[in-house]
């Protein structure tokens, strides 16, 4: 499968672009950037052959059956449009949109189009989570009560760009993280938060934007979930927490794109580990994507779930500003 990469952005080089090539018979074969002369070096670094600075001709130029998109949040509806109308299939940063009608158009168009389209979230991918859910699911904690979402972190200096600064891109610690935490809920429980209530604040660390927020979700089963995200938190280990009618699961430093992090399990009989695979997210991820692309599986999370993340995480944003419960509006889905 041949490959462009849509932004010449960090989380690419990082990660995605080795997770990319991970995968068999997979090439990169052009990057779009908004500016010539760091597409060229972005290219030249990575080893991609040829760089854009114009959407439609990359998609008319460059041998390409896969788009991976992570410009910033503003930029993914139109450009998955795009690419989407030329026949590509679609794999889109989160979160997918500015909006949740904007979300929607991209995956319907997507459905319409018949072109596999995914949104890249990496925790359900990761071994420690995969692991908890198995727990959840064979009972090990009984009926869940509670989940507690510890994901308040320092946003390292060389990501204190548009995040912190810039709404219009969608910066703030609520699209960036609390999608994240959306999605990684959802996958545990197999259920959509139905409301939210929510506080945020901007301590200073930027300008415009809240870079802390901790909210409470109600869940259709009746389990509670509170989760705490930040951008400045430099020594609060995440961690993610699942209490039920028989046990407890406590995992430490599993927020993170890392293949790491601890989870204990303690019920009646005491606490003891619990296992798991550490293979890369990412990996994986793409994994499961470049089989759906040939028709086995489905993508790890797919286009509705990055509509009803961001559903979520718009709830927060205006129960957060308005100071009243929202009902969580996933446009239809
Ligand atoms: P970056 O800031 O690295 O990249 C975003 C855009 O910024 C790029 O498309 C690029 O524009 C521009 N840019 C990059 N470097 C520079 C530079 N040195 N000077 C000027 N402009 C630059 O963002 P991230 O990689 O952190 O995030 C991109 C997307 O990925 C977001 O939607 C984010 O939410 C998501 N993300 C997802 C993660 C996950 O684990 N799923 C983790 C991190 C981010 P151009 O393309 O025009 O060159």
Same mark, same amino acid.
């Given at each position: ?21 991970? !995968? ?25 052959? !040829?760089?854009?600075? /114009? ?37 889109? =940063? ?22 596999? %389209? ?14 908890i859910?198995e727990q959840i699911q064979k009972g090990a904690v009984g009926d869940v009560l509670s989940i ?11 990501? !204190? ?14 699209? /960036?993280?609390? #999608? ?6 959802? $996958?545990h429980l ?20 809240? /870079?802390? #927020? ?7 089963s009746?389990a ?6 930040? %951008?400045?938190?430099? $020594?609060?280990?995440?961690? $993610?927490e699942v209490h039920g009618t028989r046990g407890s699961i406590v ?5 993170? !794109?890392?293949?790491?992090? =601890?989870?204990t399990l303690t019920d009646a009989d005491g606490p003891r580990?619990i ?29 509705? /779930? ?18 009243? =419960? ?8």
């Open positions: 499968m041949r490959w462009a990469l849509i932004g010449a952005s960090r989380i690419a080089s990082s990660y995605m672009i080795d997770a990319i090539r991970a !995968q068999d018979g997979a090439e990169i074969t052009a990057v779009l950037s908004s500016s010539a002369e760091r597409g060229a070096e972005y290219a030249q670094t990575h080893g991609v052959a !040829q760089s854009y600075t /114009d959407l439609d001709a990359l998609l008319s130029g460059a041998p390409c059956d896969a788009v991976y998109i992570s410009t910033t949040n503003e930029k993914h509806h139109a450009q998955a449009l795009a690419c989407i109308a030329a026949g590509k299939h679609v794999l889109c =940063e989160k979160p997918l949109a500015m909006s949740v009608s904007d979300a929607n158009e991209m995956v319907t168009a997507a459905e319409d189009a018949g072109v596999v %389209f995914a949104t890249n979230h990496h925790l359900r991918n990761a071994g420690t989570h995969l692991a859910r507690r979402v510890f994901h308040a972190v320092q946003l390292p200096q060389d990501l !204190q760009g548009w995040r912190i600064d810039n709404p219009e891109a969608g910066g703030g610690v609520i699209p /960036d993280i609390v #999608v994240h935490d959306a999605d990684t809920v959802r $996958f197999d259920e959509d938060p139905v409301s939210v209530v929510a506080k945020a604040t901007a301590s200073g660390l930027g300008e415009g934007v809240e /870079d802390s #927020v901790m909210s409470v979700w109600t869940m259709p009746g509670m979930v509170m989760t705490h995200e930040s %951008f400045t938190h430099a $020594f609060a280990r995440t961690g $993610f995992a430490r430093d599993v927020m993170t !794109q890392r293949p790491v992090g =601890e989870i580990p296992a798991f695979d550490a293979h890369n997210l990412y990996v994986r991820s793409l994994g499961l994507y470049y089989a759906a692309t040939r028709g086995q599986g489905r993508p790890s999370a797919d286009g509705v /779930d990055g509509i009803k993340s961001l559903a979520v995480a718009l709830a927060v944003k205006e129960a957060a500003e308005t100071g009243r =419960e929202v009902v969580v509006d996933y446009g239809g889905r």
